[in-house]
């Protein structure tokens, strides 16, 4: 299908992008690699008078280390994630999720902003970046603000964004040296969106797990950190019955869609091998 008329905007600051969301209020829409917003368009699902396109706006591109964080601007494409040697050395969950996402066309255009700010259950990173503790830069009416990812998702495509507000980066602290993770995904075929995933960073330590974090992809209307399954790890040496009682945790969190990817059941199911797979990773991959 052909989407609706809309007039294009390419502003060069993030200030002038953000006056003419709020100019346009709900008629507008900021437009990133558009690889989700344009199928939405050509399915008028969205109609959007106005779009506003990020793609001139230089600060928003690049990575770099910040004190003991990492910063990705929010246009930096999937594609330069899956190439930063900074994110390999420091994050390498980031570049394993990064590489699981559609395929190379569509990493070349979508970028990490655009699938954090879509809100859509099915994207990757934001349970990626629930796991990582990440940090969303936003700036709008009021000035720059920073919202923390666990407390961004609120509903299918339902978000803390507000009108006129432009995502400017992600913040996510640098995980520990010796840190083990690991996402696992299920999908129909390469390409496709996530039946159900899991994300999951530990640390080790004396053969027991010292920290724990995990995220959950596509099992509910927002991505989900698994807060109890992982207190439930901590302490553990990851042993079969405690990843069974953490696995048990994490499932009964999820509310998952029955849809072409399974029914419902068989997906909550999905997402807890999905996490089992990836503890046994991360395991053998942390030190200590
Ligand atoms: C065939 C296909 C398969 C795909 N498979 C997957 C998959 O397996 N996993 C996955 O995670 N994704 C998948 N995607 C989606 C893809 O990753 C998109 O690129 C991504 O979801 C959105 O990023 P974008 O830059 O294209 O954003 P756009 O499509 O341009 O924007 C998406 C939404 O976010 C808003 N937005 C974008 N950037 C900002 C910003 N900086 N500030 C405020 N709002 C903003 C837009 O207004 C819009 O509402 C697939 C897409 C296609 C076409």
């Keep these: 299908m052909i989407p609706s008329a809309f007039s294009y905007h390419r502003p060069s600051s993030v200030q002038e992008a953000s006056s003419l969301l709020a100019q346009f209020g709900d ?18 699902l969205a109609e959007p008078g106005h779009l506003v396109d990020l793609g001139g706006i230089a600060d928003l591109k690049g990575i770099r280390a910040d004190g003991g964080d990492i910063v990705i601007g929010a246009m930096t494409t999937q594609h330069d994630v899956i190439g930063s040697g900074l994110l390999a050395g420091k994050i390498p969950l980031l570049r394993e999720a990064a590489l699981q996402i559609a395929d190379p066309q569509v990493r070349y255009m979508g970028t990490l902003g655009g699938n954090v700010a879509n809100g859509d259950p099915g994207n990757d990173m934001p349970a990626v970046m629930l796991c990582l503790g990440a940090t969303y830069h936003v700036t709008g009416k009021g000035g720059e603000r920073r919202i923390p990812a666990r407390e961004f998702y609120q509903g299918a495509y339902f978000t803390a964004l507000e009108v006129g507000d432009v ?5 996510i602290p640098v995980p520990p040296a ?3 993770a690991a996402y696992e995904k299920l999908k129909r075929k390469v390409g496709d969106y996530a039946t159900a995933a ?6 080790m330590g004396g053969g027991k797990v010292a920290s ?3 995220g959950l992809t596509n099992v509910a209307e927002t991505p989900l950190w698994a807060e109890e399954a992982a207190k ?21 969190i999820t509310a ?9 059941h ?3 199911k999905m997402a807890g091998v999905m996490l089992t797979r990836a503890l046994a990773r991360a395991k053998a991959n942390a030190r200590g």
Aim: proline content about 4%.
């Design 198 to 203: 899991a994300a999951v960073i530990l640390t």
């Design 212 to 214: 724990c974090s995990i």
């Design 27 to 44: 008629d507008g829409r900021a437009i990133a690699g558009g690889h989700s917003l344009i199928p939405m368009m050509k399915l008028r």
């Design 256 to 264: 998952p869609a029955s849809d072409a990817r399974g029914p419902a």
């Design 178 to 180: 010796g840190h083990g």
């Design 232 to 252: 439930i790890l901590t302490g553990s040496t990851l042993d079969a019955a405690t990843v069974k009682r953490a696995v048990a945790a994490a499932e009964a």
């Design 167 to 171: 995502l400017t980066a992600v913040r």
């Design 266 to 268: 068989y997906r909550t």
